[in-house]
Every structure is written in C-alpha cells, then in structure tokens.
C-alpha cells in the first residue's frame, strides 16, 4: 500500500524568510502525480502544487516549488518570500490510478 | 467558475437520525470523491465514482454509510442510523483527468450528539 509520510507535525516561519516541508513517499509505481495542498483555518483545501512523476523538472507557482526526488522517493514544498497568509495545514499527496492518499500534515506558523 | 458546491456546510444532528450529505462537481468533471477528514485517521477516501459509476468503495467504513450519484452533477453520501463516531468533516472532490488534480469542496462538519 503507498503510505505518504510528514515527518515535521509543525513548522515556524519569519515573515520574508524561506521554509521547506517534507515529504516522502512508498510506492513501486513508476507513473503518479504529487500534490501539496493547503487547509487554512476555513478548512478549504486549496491546491498549491503539482508534480508529474514522470517528469524530471521540478514544479513551481510563484513563490513555491517543489524538490522531487523520484529515486529517493521525496517530494518537498519550498515557500519563498514567507506571508502571513501562508499560515495554514499543508498536506501532501500521492495519486495512483485515483488511489488518493494524504500525509498527516504539517502545521506552518508565519511569524511577523 | 463555480467550484465544487457542497450542502449543508454545518450538521448537527443526534445518534440514530438520518443523514445526507450533499455534493455537485464541477461542471465537465467526470470523477467525483468523498473524503472524511478526522484528527485521529486524518484524510480517507471513502469512495469514488467515474462517469456517475461507482469504482471503488473500500473506503466506505460500514454498511451505515451509502453514496450515490444519479447524475453528472450530483451525489448523496448518506449515513443511517449515524453514530457519534460519525462526527467529522466530509469533503468532496471532483476530477476532469484520470488520476490527476482533484478539486475540494469547502466540506461539510458533522456532529453527531
């Protein structure tokens, strides 16, 4: 079974500073998408990011990016230019064959 | 555009009563998912449906629980007789893209007395 595991429960960041989430992942699947989303306390979940296994390049949307590494079975999130707005749960993801499967979360606290 | 709608967004209802949980996808979405998001288990798929057919159920915790999906552009999740264990919050999800990005619901929060 593909398990997705967030070691860091919660994460502090300064206002303006640059913080990164981890991700690993088990699977013997060669083809899968990875996500990052993002629960802010409204409890929507918002997608962040993107990945395609099956792509070498790594994601990015504005402020964030992603470090995939297939062999290494690790997919982390990197928030740049940390705001305020960025507080909330961040939650990855591993999709199969619609075989969704979330990690624990990670708490990020934006300091000001 | 409209996300996905779900209804009602808060339910409160006491143990042993009836409950329906309500879903539309986004239009042109042709997968649609239930989620139930607990402290304790954290996000669960519950069930999934391609094309308004149910694919896979193994999600669903207990005979309790029963979704469906009579068109494109709606589901039911139903609990009877719900339980206070029951008590969560439940997502829906819809796909245009087999496997691919899944949009969510703003969720609906039940509570079961």
């Known amino acids: 079974a593909q398990t997705v595991t967030q070691s860091q429960p919660e994460m502090s960041v300064q206002e303006a500073e640059t913080v990164t989430l981890s991700c690993t992942y088990d699977?013997?699947?060669?083809?899968?998408?990875l996500f990052w989303y993002k629960q802010p306390p409204s409890r929507q979940m918002i997608l962040v990011i993107r990945?395609?296994?099956?792509?070498?390049q790594n994601a990015t949307e504005n402020r964030f990016s992603v470090n995939f590494q297939k062999a290494a079975k690790s997919f982390s999130l990197k928030i740049s230019d940390s705001q305020l707005g960025d507080a909330a749960m961040y939650f990855c993801?591993?999709?199969?064959?619609?075989?969704?499967?979330f990690g624990a979360g990670t708490r990020l606290t934006v300091k000001p | 555009d409209a996300g996905v709608i779900q209804s009602p967004r808060h339910e409160v209802t006491e143990m042993g009563q009836e409950v329906t949980l309500r879903c539309k996808p986004i239009?042109?979405?042709?997968?649609l998912f239930w989620y139930r998001q607990t402290m304790m288990r954290g996000l669960e798929l519950l069930i999934y449906?391609?094309?308004?057919?149910?694919?896979?159920d193994s999600g669903m915790p207990e005979d309790r629980f029963s979704a469906k999906m009579p068109n494109a552009s709606f589901s039911t999740l139903k609990i009877q007789p719900s339980e206070p264990r029951d008590s969560a919050v439940y997502f829906c999800?819809?796909?245009?893209?087999?496997?691919?990005?899944?949009?969510f619901g703003p969720g609906t929060r039940l509570t079961v007395l």
């Open positions: 999800a819809s796909s245009s893209v087999w496997a691919d990005t899944q949009y």
């Open positions: 699977t013997s699947e060669s083809d899968y998408y």
């Open positions: 990945q395609e296994a099956y792509k070498q």
């Open positions: 993801a591993y999709n199969n064959n619609n075989d969704m499967r």
């Open positions: 239009s042109g979405h042709n997968s």
């Open positions: 449906f391609n094309n308004n057919v149910p694919i896979d």
